[in-house]
Nanobody, 123 residues
C-alpha cells in the first residue's frame, strides 16, 4: 500500500511564501505523475498543478507564475513552493500520485491521495 503525507502548511500573510511537501511511503517502484489539488471552504476541489516522471510541470492559470512544483525522486517527495500568496489561495491542499508499487511481490498500479493540509492566507 502506498501512503502520501503532506506537510508544511500553516498561516501566512498575503504576499508571503510557504512550501508544502508530499512524501510517499510503501513499496513504490515508480511514480508516473504527482498532482497538487486544493479545496476552499464550500467549494469543489480544484487542480493546482502536476509534475511528471520526467520533471515536466503544468499549472492552473490561477497559480501560474507564483507556484512551483518540484520533486526529489530519491526521497519520494514532491514540493509545492507557493509565493506571492493571496487570500484566495486559502484551502486544504492535497497531493495525489499515480504509479506502480509492489503488492505481495508483484507490480501493481496505485493511485493515492494524501490526507490534506491547511493553508491559510490572511493578515
Amino acid at each position: 500500500q502506498v501512503q502520501l503525507v503532506e506537510s508544511g502548511g500553516g498561516l501566512v500573510q498575503p504576499g508571503g511564501s510557504l512550501q508544502l511537501s508530499c512524501s510517499g511511503s510503501g513499496t513504490i517502484v515508480s511514480i508516473n505523475a504527482m498532482d497538487w489539488y486544493r479545496q476552499a471552504p464550500g467549494q469543489q476541489r480544484e487542480w493546482v498543478g502536476r509534475i511528471t516522471s520526467g520533471g515536466s510541470t503544468n499549472y492552473a492559470d490561477s497559480v501560474k507564475g507564483r507556484f512551483t512544483i518540484s520533486k526529489d525522486n530519491a526521497k519520494k517527495t514532491m514540493y509545492l513552493q507557493m509565493n506571492s500568496l493571496k487570500p484566495e489561495d486559502t484551502g486544504v491542499y492535497y497531493c495525489n500520485a499515480e504509479g506502480t508499487y509492489l503488492r505481495t511481490g508483484a507490480p501493481a498500479d496505485f493511485g493515492s491521495w494524501g490526507q490534506g493540509i491547511q493553508v491559510t492566507v490572511s493578515s
